[in-house]
């Protein structure tokens, strides 16, 4: 530089420009994993075809726990994971439950079937007309049924009834050659290990009734 020369400006730095941030990645299985979900968690509450979320719940589970971990690298599908979990944890909850209902009821079923019970048979009528009753003996639901015809009322017999099919019993008036015609009332009454389960009543000259538990 000679002297007595004037400085120079500085020259100035264009502005640089900003860089922009990387578009978010695609996360198929975050989608995936919520649609699997929403399947499951629909089914899961309709009987019998719920069956179908025990396959589609875990299927559910394990796409939105990948999609959630690949989320971090993608930066999408966050929250389609997080609602695809929750979805198939409903799901396989309402599976669970199910099924302990069910096998809770054929447990029952299975106790009802094998459990003996005492069942005393019962017919009354009102003017001590005779009666004629057929009532069931069942053994391990193998039906079997016993009668009595022309027996003075009050009538009673006991039995030993198992199995699925309850106690049954029929009643009819038997005709009174005195009072042909004559009106009565009839009634029958089943008592199952010493608790009333049915009772019934008919009034006619040919009344015939019928109690079931």
Not at 29 to 55: E, K, Y
Not at 146 to 158: E, G, I, N, T
Not at 186 to 192: G, N, P, V
């Amino acid at each position: 530089m000679q002297r007595g020369a004037a400085p120079q400006p500085p020259v100035p730095v264009p502005p640089q420009a900003p860089v922009p941030p990387l578009p978010p990645g695609t996360n198929g299985l975050a989608t995936a994993g919520l649609v699997v979900g929403i399947i499951a968690a629909v089914l899961s509450f309709i009987p019998i075809v719920g069956t179908v979320s025990w396959v589609l719940a875990p299927i559910g589970l394990v796409l939105s726990l990948v999609g959630l971990l690949k989320s971090r690298t993608a930066r999408s599908g966050r929250g389609k994971s997080i609602a695809g979990l929750v979805l198939a944890v409903v799901a396989l909850f309402m599976c669970i439950l199910y099924t302990a209902v069910l096998v809770g009821s054929v447990n029952s079923v299975a106790q009802q079937s094998a459990a003996v019970h005492q069942v005393t048979y019962e017919v009354t009528t009102a003017r001590k007309t005779n009666v004629a009753v057929t009532y069931s003996q069942s053994q391990n639901d193998n039906l079997a049924m016993a009668s009595v015809a022309d027996a003075a009322a009050p009538w009673s017999a006991d039995a030993q009834v198992s199995g699925l099919i309850g106690p049954t019993m029929t009643a009819t008036l038997t005709p009174d050659l005195d009072h042909m015609g004559r009106s009565d009332t009839i009634t029958c009454t089943i008592r199952e290990d010493g608790v009333q389960v049915a009772q019934n009543s008919a009034t006619g000259p040919n009344a015939t009734v019928t109690c079931a538990k």
